[in-house]
């Protein structure tokens, strides 16, 4: 192992930074030789991703988090797939982001965000596989005293065929582990694929069925205490004083702690004794200097974006300016997206054990080195003193990526409790107002239409709140945040616009209010679509024009665009009349490198909306596991449409008014339409699976409200509407 010893708290912490918001650095996966894994004995390790066991069990090891999006299956398959091992044998672990520091960042990227999982490590985990295979063949060549060339691996076994000599994995391992590794490896082309690419069935839905499976709320540990917090609730604002001694003597309190300037906290042997003692703890906030912000006067802040002079451009091409002043006619439409919050199921949790020696954390969170980062910076350690164990995570959905006030947190309590691990649980309501809220914004659209309803020229003005400049200021581009134009640009491999138009400025007024944005799934990608797809549709109407066929003329160029475009459209009957009292609706998009569309039937009777059936395509490239790629897409549609019927959060005397579910509702499963799900890998790319879905969401059901009622509703959340 390559020992680091000279990393500061301070390089790691700025580095680490870089990454965590899913932006991925650049690194050499060092498959140098390595040291045997703990108890080499019985488990020797053939290189950092592959450790097998003399009964002949594979351990795998994965770097990315698994929040419930199937990222520990797919990478799984895709080391097993060059592995050529037995699947039924596969188990799965955890590296430590201290492990990984130790090891020269073998295991490259922690960052578990932006759809990147599997994208942007398919390569060097399946190299990973594919080393292993050749290590272990070598071992059984030397030992049998015959070339290489003469052995293959299939299903966990090496075999001599001209011998007729066959030995399985775990007894080649110990060997195997001995070996040089190879300078080069050729990786399987897909269309040979065995394991990857196939539907096979999770790796840790056992243990969630039979409730094995622990999560950061689940975990104890010996002599564990337990945290509830209660930061103050206005946005700026801090703690001003508090009376401990009023709950000093309340059942299981052991003692009562300030948080940095914000929050104050009750340690007692259990979590709703600490929750109790603090709900009665008399507490006095500085609310600070937001008192005053509303939802009221961000609105009009953004309102007064929309018409400003000075614009960050992201898209332009031809003079949209000059032919929208001379077109016979054009068409205007003002949309607006709403705060929202992740509300995970699981609500932001760690366990922290602090001595003036070590530090550990116990926690659920998508990008381990920004966790450890985050805890050697609370506890005053070299990072080389702390360590951090990662959890299965309750939901992530961005909030637990660059966010790590909950790790810093447990960490500031435990270290007032020293000795002793201490599980900070947040409560629904902390939660909900502690948030990192999907940002809102406002668009203005105006298109110029010609004499033969053909789209000339469009202008997009984005007013609103920039992610980068609250969370990684260091992402910025001469002020502008590349992320606001999600989908919308004209180049590149992440998110491009499906439509060429001749004449075409997309820009950007920022506008930062005083609320916390963050990284919500589907990032801007989500009002991005809704803007463009339901304007799209308003052009389609006003030039007299199918929606579908007034979208074609302008997709000629984007044939990947436009073909899960026809496919939903194909699939859903578009040119067939639906049923009595049905309508439909079309998006597309493109977004975390993956091509996709929707089209969905809704009915509206008496004003009550019913979204009978929803038809899905992607195109992500390629696929790992087609039965995940189905569940994601749906399960998609579930954080899509309750974002699009209920999700909105309000700000109101410089705070969050949504506290519980009560007031921030979901989707109930009676209300779910049926979703069919189409895949069209057409490879020579990776593309994401978690988030692009999203954005299709509400556009496609917005557009068939539309046809059913007549009405543009260019505000979420649908609640908010009377569709009568």
């Known amino acids: 192992m390559n020992a680091i010893i000279s990393i500061s708290r301070r390089s790691f912490i700025i580095g680490v930074a870089s990454t965590a918001g899913g932006m991925s650095l650049g690194f050499n996966v060092p498959f140098i030789k390595p040291a045997l894994a703990e108890g080499a004995e019985t488990a020797p390790e053939i290189n950092a991703w ?31 797939e060059e592995l050529n091992c037995d699947w039924s044998k596969v188990t799965t672990e955890y590296p430590s982001p201290a492990q990984n520091l130790a090891r020269d960042r073998v295991w490259g990227n922690f960052s578990t965000g932006g759809s990147r999982g599997i994208r942007e490590s398919h390569e060097y985990v399946r190299m990973g596989g594919a080393i292993a295979r050749e290590m272990l063949i070598a071992a059984a060549a030397a030992e049998w005293g015959v070339p290489a060339s003469e052995c293959t691996a299939r299903m966990g076994m090496v075999t001599h065929a001209a011998s007729d000599r066959a030995t399985f994995y775990g007894q080649l391992a110990a060997a195997a582990a001995r070996m040089t590794p190879p300078a080069n490896v050729t990786l399987k082309d897909p269309k040979d694929w065995t394991i990857a690419g196939k539907p096979l069935p999770r790796l840790d839905t056992a243990d ?35 009376d401990a001694a009023a709950v000093a003597e ?72 000059a032919a929208l002043s001379a077109a016979g006619r054009t068409i205007t439409a003002t949309y607006a997206y709403p705060y929202q919050n992740h509300a ?31 805890a050697a910076e609370a506890a005053g350690l070299p990072v080389q003193q702390c360590e951090v164990h990662k959890i299965h995570l309750g939901g992530g959905f961005g909030r637990r990526g660059n966010f790590q006030d909950y790790v ?77 134009f999600q989908g919308l640009v004209l180049s590149g491999t992440e998110g491009t616009l499906g439509y060429t138009v001749d004449n075409l400025r997309i820009d950007h007024a920022m506008r930062n209010p005083p609320i916390p944005p963050g990284f919500w799934r589907g990032v801007n990608l989500n009002q991005n679509a809704l803007y463009v797809e339901c304007f799209m549709d308003e052009l389609a109407h006003a030039a007299g024009v199918d929606p579908l066929t007034f979208r074609r003329k302008l997709m000629a160029k984007h044939p990947k665009h436009l073909a899960v475009l026809e496919a939903v459209a194909e699939r859903i ?110 490879g020579g790319f990776w593309g994401g699976v978690g988030e692009p879905t999203i954005a299709v969401a509400a556009p496609a059901v917005l557009n068939a409200i539309f046809a059913a009622t007549g009405k543009r509703i260019r505000t979420l959340p649908l609640k908010n509407h009377d569709l009568a």
């Open 208 to 242: 969630k069925l039979n409730g094995s499976q622990i999560y950061g709320a689940d975990l104890k540990l010996p002599n564990m205490l337990n945290a509830a917090i209660r930061a103050c609730p206005y946005f700026g604002g801090k703690v001003k004083s508090f």
């Open 408 to 484: 810093r947190q447990a960490v500031s309590i435990a270290k007032q409790v020293p000795g002793a691990p201490v599980k900070l649980i947040w409560s629904r309501e902390e939660d909900m107002l502690h948030g990192a809220y999907h940002p809102t914004t406002r668009c203005r659209l105006t298109g110029a239409l010609d004499a033969d309803g053909n789209l000339t020229a469009l202008h997009m003005r984005i007013s609103g709140q920039s992610i980068l400049a609250a969370v990684r200021p260091e992402g910025m581009q001469n002020g502008m945040d590349p992320v606001v």
């Open 573 to 682: 009957g578009w040119d067939t009349p639906p049923a009595a009292g049905v309508h439909r609706g079309l998006a597309q998009i493109m977004g975390f490198g993956s091509y996709v569309a929707a089209a969905a039937e809704v009915s509206v009777t008496d004003g009550q909306l019913r979204i009978h059936r929803i038809v899905a395509a992607t195109d992500p490239g390629h696929v790992v596991n087609p039965a995940q790629v189905e569940r994601q897409v749906e399960g998609s549609f579930v954080y899509g449409l309750s974002a699009c019927i209920y999700g909105e959060c309000t700000v109101n005397g410089g705070r969050m008014e949504q506290e519980n579910f009560d007031s921030y509702e979901v989707m109930r499963m009676a209300e779910m339409p049926d979703v069919e799900t189409i895949i069209l890998p057409s």
């Open 50 to 80: 592959v450790v097998i066991r003399p009964d002949d069990t594979v351990v795998i090891r994965i770097a990315r988090s698994e929040m419930g999006q199937g990222t520990l299956t797919g990478l799984a398959q895709l080391v097993a």
């Open 344 to 374: 995970t199921m699981e609500p932001m949790n760690a366990t922290a054990l602090y001595t003036p020696e070590r530090c550990e954390v116990w926690v659920p969170t998508q990008n381990g080195e920004a966790s450890l980062a985050a």
């Open 250 to 321: 309340m059942p299981g309190v052991r003692t009562v702690v300030q948080v940095d300037e914000t929050a104050v906290a009750v340690v007692a042997d259990t979590w709703w004794r600490a929750k109790t003692a603090l709900d009665a703890l008399p507490v006095v906030w500085d609310e600070g200097p937001n008192r005053q912000v509303s939802s009221a006067s961000i609105a009009a802040m953004l309102e007064e974006g929309l018409g400003a002079n000075d614009a960050f451009i992201g898209a332009e091409q031809g003079d949209a300016g």
